[in-house]
Structures are given as structure tokens and as C-alpha cells.
């Protein structure tokens, strides 16, 4: 299997920024993936990264490392509804798609 | 606009009993996968299938069964339930190999086996 790591949980205050980190080993890579899983709720895709660099998608950004098995998802200008699970997930060479545990982000007025 | 509909929604299930949850697309997606959620453990890939007529065990397999007959049908069947088995299910597609390969999701079916 994969070995994915993200921290269990994050805590920030509206209107500032978060960073997440996810370290990764996999059998072969075919990209990396970021998700939002609200409570109660089904994930919804974020982001995408398949080359080495930042990808950025309004509040949201991505960014990849293959040689160090590294990326973080960058939240800014955070708001109330960006509390939620984050999770990393890795396309390995057979296209399967492993998931990290999630990182609970909780926003704070 | 469905995406991706699964059945049931939730269920209280015996210890012993066969169960089948249902999962259903309309995206033409080559690929389906299941997963499972448990607190503190993330997604877990049960089974998954490729295209239509294959299908692969993923991390969790044991205990699960999985058939892909057509295109948009991705059933996954407990021969006989366990505790253990107690979770909340997730069935996803996605075009396969091509471009992204994004993962479109179910809403999940909470499954409790007493």
C-alpha cells in the first residue's frame, strides 16, 4: 500500500492562512490530488498536481515536490465554511487512488 | 444532472445477513471504485473496477465482492456482515487514465452492523 501523511488537525483564525502538508511514499505516481470532505458529506474535488510546482485556484493552491514525495495545500484568506477535512490523496502507476487520513481544519472567528 | 446514486442511504443490518449496497453512474465513466471511511483511518480503496467486465481488490478487500457487468453498475456485496464492517461507504468513478482522472463520489451509504 500507499504511506501517506497529513497532520490530524489544524486550527486558524477567519481571514488567515493555512498551510497543509502531506509527505508520500508510493509504488510508481501518476499525480496528486487534494479533496474537501465537509462533515456529514461526500469529498469534492480541489486540486490537481502531476508536474513539480504551485498550481493556484483562487483561495486555494497546491503545490508539489516528487523528488521529496511532498505537497501542501495553501488556504487564504480563510473563511467559515473553509472548516472541513482535507485529505491528499496519490494516483499510483496502477491508477489506483490512495487517501491520507485528513486534516480537520477548524476556523475560528 | 444525477452523477453518481447510491442505495441505500443507510441501513441497520444483523450480523450474518448478505447485504448489497447499490451504486449507479450516468457519466460514462470507465472506472468505479468503493471505498470506506472510518474515523481516524480516511478512505480506504475496497475494490475497484477499470472498465466494465474487470474488476480489482484494492487495500481492504477481504470480506467484500464486487461485479461489473456494464458501464454504469458497480455493486458491492457482504456475503455475511460483520461488526467490523460497520462504516460509512463511499462509491466513485472517474474517466480512468485520462486527463485528471478526478474522482466523482457518491453521497455514501452508512452501513451498521450489530
Known amino acids: 500500500g500507499q504511506n501517506i501523511d497529513q497532520p490530524t488537525e489544524m486550527t486558524a483564525t477567519e481571514g488567515a492562512i493555512v498551510q497543509i502538508n502531506c509527505t508520500y511514499q508510493t509504488s510508481g505516481f501518476n499525480g496528486l490530488f487534494w479533496y474537501q470532505q465537509h462533515a456529514g458529506e461526500a469529498p469534492t474535488f480541489l486540486s490537481y498536481?502531476?508536474?513539480?510546482g504551485l498550481e493556484e485556484k483562487g483561495r486555494f493552491s497546491s503545490f508539489l515536490s516528487r523528488s521529496k514525495g511532498y505537497s501542501y495545500l495553501l488556504l487564504k484568506e480563510l473563511q467559515m465554511k473553509d472548516s472541513a477535512s482535507y485529505l491528499c490523496?496519490?494516483?499510483?502507476?496502477?491508477?489506483?487512488?490512495?487517501f491520507g487520513a485528513g486534516t480537520t481544519v477548524t476556523v475560528r472567528a | 444532472i444525477a452523477g453518481i446514486t447510491q442505495a441505500p442511504t443507510s441501513q441497520i443490518l444483523a450480523a450474518g445477513r448478505r447485504m448489497t449496497l447499490r451504486c449507479t453512474q450516468d457519466?460514462?465513466?470507465?472506472?468505479m471504485y468503493w471505498y470506506r471511511q472510518d474515523l481516524g483511518l480516511g478512505l480506504r480503496l475496497i475494490h475497484y473496477?477499470?472498465?466494465?467486465?474487470?474488476?480489482g481488490k484494492g487495500e481492504v478487500p477481504d470480506g467484500y465482492s464486487v461485479s461489473r457487468a456494464n458501464t454504469d453498475d458497480f455493486p458491492l456485496t457482504l456475503a455475511s456482515a460483520v461488526p467490523s464492517q460497520t462504516s460509512v461507504y463511499f462509491c466513485?468513478?472517474?474517466?480512468?487514465?485520462?486527463?485528471?482522472?478526478?474522482?466523482?463520489f457518491g453521497e455514501g451509504s452508512r452501513l451498521t452492523v450489530l
Open positions: 498536481n502531476v508536474l513539480d
Open positions: 473496477s477499470n472498465t466494465a467486465g474487470t474488476t
Open positions: 457519466m460514462r465513466h470507465n472506472a
Open positions: 490523496a496519490v494516483r499510483d502507476g496502477d491508477y489506483k487512488l490512495s
Open positions: 466513485a468513478s472517474s474517466t480512468g487514465t485520462g486527463d485528471t482522472g478526478e474522482l466523482f
